[in-house]
């Protein structure tokens, strides 16, 4: 009992003293539940074993002052230890809205990155809980809790002075809640205050900040499709990202490539290799050689994994691409064997060309999306309809993507 008593004191007295010195860094451990650290392991037996914590806070005004967050702040530590984690999530959240009154009521930002771990172990939490609800049968409701409290995190960090840059933190774990729960339209109001609110300014938030805001808005505007927003702040992330961070860097890649792929420009199949992102390796080559049947071969194969991460959709108009290689194949192939008629091509001669990589198309099929590549600016001419001709043009009869989505 002793030993318990003492734990409990010990904890008590470093969240005073964080206070009174103003350290950020120690009070951010006593709410790390997640982390699994050695003290708060022993604190939280020490829990179980000594019933009169309550007792402790109250008796001393240094502790009773900030009993509406310590009391629930035990009640998580003990809870998480016994693997009730709904449980946890409910008091810690409570201890969590009485740290955020206090830290409202603060002249400095001092408490900032406690405010930081507290967000992010909201959020943990909070998924944890949801998946011991939905183990028992239960609505998993928790993580949408997680995102209203964050909320109002937000809104008392929306202000002036020091504290405004823990606000784009707290968006980015936002970010993370509403990609997990599928609502990303949430996102919007928070992009908005970020964006276009005069008292932000993108530039004086945290390196580590700014990219991760950037990854999500980026996955945002390929949603969207609104690939040039997207290329230039997926493209942001990664230059901007810890080199050594290289699961990071996947990630990243893991959207930016079929960004990139969308505008035209190819990655390196050493750069597929390093970051493990093979399942692009045959929609590159499909995109050199013009092989509709390895396109689509290779986005059957990995449907699954292109749905989930959102980018299917993407790919697939890809074949745009696809048939504008493979029409410059013909060309180049007439061209070398007549160049005065290398410029009119046959429909029937692409016919046979889709036949020969088991694509079954009829002329009039191949006529539709002939008139399509020309609408899209993929090819210079025009179509022949009695003669079933594609007539090119001799001046750059398959211009360049320059950085523009074909279906833009």
């Known amino acids: 009992m002793g030993e318990a008593h003492r734990r409990i004191t010990d904890f008590l007295n470093r969240f005073s003293d964080a206070v009174s010195s103003q350290d950020a860094k120690s009070m951010s451990l006593l709410f790390s539940i997640s982390s699994n650290s050695s003290f708060l392991v022993s604190v939280s037996h020490s829990l179980v074993t000594f019933q009169d914590a309550s007792r402790l806070i109250r008796q001393a005004d240094r502790y009773s002052q900030y009993a509406d967050i310590l009391l629930p702040l035990f009640r998580a530590l003990q809870s998480y230890r016994l693997k009730n984690l709904v449980e946890s999530y409910q008091a810690f959240e409570k201890a969590a809205n009485a740290f955020t009154q206090e830290f409202r009521n603060w ?77 990303v339209h949430l996102c919007k109001s928070v992009t908005r205050s970020i964006e276009t609110a005069r008292i932000f300014d993108f530039e004086e938030f945290p390196l580590r900040d700014k990219v991760t805001y950037m990854y999500y808005t980026g996955r945002l505007e390929v949603y969207n499709e609104n690939f040039s927003a997207a290329d230039h702040k997926l493209s942001y992330a990664l230059s901007h990202c810890n080199p050594h961070k290289e699961r990071n860097i996947r990630m990243i890649l893991k959207y930016l490539i079929p960004v990139k792929l969308s505008i035209g420009i190819l990655p390196k199949t050493s750069l597929l290799e390093k970051y493990n992102l093979t399942e692009y390796n045959n929609i590159v080559l499909a995109l050199r050689r013009g092989d509709l049947r390895l396109l689509r071969r290779a986005l059957q194969e990995h449907e699954d994994q292109f749905l989930r991460s959102g980018v299917y959709l993407v790919l697939e108009k890809l074949e745009l691409q696809v048939y504008q290689r493979l029409l410059k194949k013909i060309y180049i192939i007439q061209k070398q064997k007549d160049q005065n008629k290398a410029h009119q091509i046959k429909l029937d001669l692409i016919v046979r060309a889709l036949k020969w990589l088991e694509i079954d ?30 007539v090119l043009s001799k001046q750059e009869p398959f211009p360049r993507l320059t950085g523009k989505a074909v279906n833009s």
């Open 107 to 183: 002249e400095s930002a001092w408490a900032l990155e406690a405010l930081y771990v507290i967000a992010y172990e909201t959020r943990i939490l909070a998924e944890r809980a949801d998946r011991e609800l939905a183990s028992n049968g239960k609505t998993p409701k928790k993580l949408k809790g997680a995102g209203s409290f964050l909320m109002k995190v937000f809104g008392v960090l929306a202000g002036k002075g020091s504290k405004r840059v823990g606000a784009l933190y707290v968006t980015c774990q936002l970010f993370k809640i509403y990609f997990k729960l599928g609502t």
């Open 361 to 390: 198309m009829d002329v009039d099929e191949v006529e539709c999306i002939m008139s399509i590549l020309i609408y899209k600016n993929l090819v210079k001419g025009y179509f022949a309809h009695k003669s079933k001709v594609v």
